[in-house]
């Protein structure tokens, strides 16, 4: 097997559309930041759960305390992302992330978007910002932040999604925000199907009218459901480090994007939070090819699905669709002469 080819991951064309604003700092700039600061940022040397990784993320949220801090940490998440082959980028935040060391919640949206528009036109990586509601905060506060989302839907705002703990706030309590959102034309991204079983997505799919699940992977507990996504085409936006990570799958080679896939489940593959699990968009593709043997078509199909699922404008969507096509007649090792 000496010398053979395989082709570049990183020159195939692919969306990242399920990645976190504060997990996805670069871990030398939270040093950094954090340094200046007097703050202590501890990287997590163990996993398991969610809690493992609290004061990472805490110290994270903390350093993003001025617009000029927040610009550089959009440019370093557009730039990384450009060298991995990315040609759209969904990046996700919570608004109340930021405290009101930015001012409202309007004005920290704003912050955002401006800076993301800068790094889209720096780097040429198409950008789009998912607002995220906090399920812990509850479904009035979430209601307001559908409605900061539909404000600026013509301005780069591209989805709503639900973070937090799904198992302790079921979807139907935020109903009323996603229908906000819908009407509004944006995409609703909520999270399911990770902390909480295959209930929780079906609730995400009727209750919220999912048009894609973060995550998502513990559909596979549920053959009807397997069906019901793969008929529907609900994309699943799957991280399968992090899954690996926070113990939702018990190793990398037992995942079950595999199986997602054998089921004609459209999935995504993304990092989730590059700050917290030392990855990235382009280490998830070779971790699946590698650890997860998926031959080069699958990696292709599920790369035109991260577009296709995206919010991205239709002639970025063309563009990187014909690149994905390229890509693949490209010959690599496995190809035959």
């Known amino acids: 097997m000496h010398g053979l080819r395989e082709r570049n991951l990183a020159q195939l064309p692919k969306a990242h ?160 925000a996603f229908d906000a959102t819908r009407e509004a034309g944006l995409k609703c991204v909520p999270h399911a199907g990770e902390l909480a079983g295959p209930a929780s997505i079906v609730d995400a799919l009727e209750l919220l009218h999912a048009d894609r699940i973060m995550h998502g992977v513990r559909a596979v507990e549920d053959p009807c459901l397997l069906a019901r996504l793969a008929e529907g085409e609900v994309c699943l936006d799957v991280c399968p480090t992090s899954n690996v990570l926070l113990s939702i799958s018990a190793s990398l080679a037992e995942h079950p994007l595999p199986t997602l896939l054998a089921s004609g489940v459209p999935c995504s593959i993304n990092a989730d939070d590059p700050l917290l699990f030392d990855c990235s968009a382009l280490s998830e593709y070779e971790r699946c090819r590698h650890g997860l043997g998926l031959s080069d078509i699958q990696l292709a199909d599920i790369a035109r699905e991260s577009i296709h699922a995206s919010a991205a404008s239709p002639v970025l969507v063309r563009a990187g669709l014909q690149g994905i096509d390229e890509w693949l007649a490209s010959p690599s090792s496995g190809d035959p002469k």
């Open 17 to 176: 559309i399920h990645l976190h604003l504060d997990g996805a700092m670069r871990r030398s700039t939270l040093a950094e930041l954090a340094a200046e600061r007097g703050l202590d940022a501890p990287i997590p040397a163990g996993y398991g759960s969610f809690a493992a990784f609290g004061d990472t993320i805490l110290a994270a949220a903390r350093v993003l305390d001025d617009a000029s801090v927040v610009e550089r940490v959009v440019d370093e998440i557009v730039a990384d992302a450009a060298s991995e082959g990315v040609v759209w980028i969904e990046l996700s935040a919570w608004p109340g992330l930021f405290c009101g060391r930015l001012g409202s919640d309007l004005e920290a949206v704003d912050v955002l978007l401006r800076s993301g528009r800068l790094a889209s036109a720096k780097y040429g990586v198409g950008f789009g910002l998912i607002v995220a509601a906090n399920r812990d905060r509850g479904p009035a506060e979430a209601l307001s932040v559908a409605q900061i989302a539909v404000q600026r839907a013509d301005a780069g705002v591209v989805g709503l999604g639900l973070d937090g703990d799904e198992a302790a706030h079921p979807p139907g309590q935020f109903a009323a």
